[in-house]
């Protein structure tokens, strides 16, 4: 005897089309502006910009997060996992964050108040404080859980 499983519903609630409705008119306005203001936005540059974060996102980023995560679930055991996920992820934003200031995109020879810091600096420092903080955080917890046990 088979059981028959139903389809899944496939009918949206209220609440998704809202959040598409919303989404949709963002979005919109987003490419009106670009278009309206073609001067500043260089709509071209900034088409294929989107076209190749996607591609690189999809090719590489993906991919190497991907990898990252079953190798630290392998290598990594117990509670250092969640520290050293939580490291991984606050890095990556840092860095990702980082990259038009550190790369210098909107510089100008001509105006040294754009973009007048070191950056990479900046980074590094974030970087580094991040990864005591979680380290800490860590720690307390180690020791917390050791004179609880």
């Given at each position: 005897m088979s059981v028959q499983?139903?389809?899944p519903d496939t009918k949206f609630g209220p609440l998704f089309w809202l959040c598409a409705g919303t989404g949709g008119a963002v979005m919109l306005f987003g490419v009106w502006?670009?278009?309206?203001?073609?001067?500043?936005?260089?709509?071209?540059?900034?088409?294929?910009y989107l076209v190749g974060a996607a591609i690189v996102h999809d090719g590489i980023v993906a991919p190497v997060a991907c990898a990252t995560g079953v190798v630290l679930r392998r290598r990594v055991r117990g509670p250092l996992r969640a520290s050293v996920q939580c490291?991984?992820?606050?890095?990556?934003?840092?860095?990702?964050?980082?990259?038009?200031?550190?790369?210098?995109?909107?510089?100008?020879p001509?105006?040294?108040?754009?973009?007048?810091?070191?950056?990479?600096?900046?980074?590094?420092?974030?970087?580094?404080?991040?990864?005591?903080?979680?380290?800490?955080?860590?720690?307390?917890?180690?020791?917390?859980?050791?004179?609880?046990?």
């Open positions: 499983q139903e389809p502006g670009a278009l309206s203001r073609a001067g500043a936005t260089r709509p071209v540059w900034l088409a294929t490291c991984l992820i606050v890095s990556g934003v840092l860095v990702l964050f980082s990259i038009p200031l550190v790369a210098g995109f909107g510089r100008q001509d105006n040294p108040s754009l973009l007048p810091g070191n950056y990479t600096a900046g980074l590094a420092i974030a970087l580094v404080v991040a990864s005591a903080s979680i380290g800490v955080v860590f720690g307390l917890a180690r020791r917390r859980a050791r004179s609880e046990a």
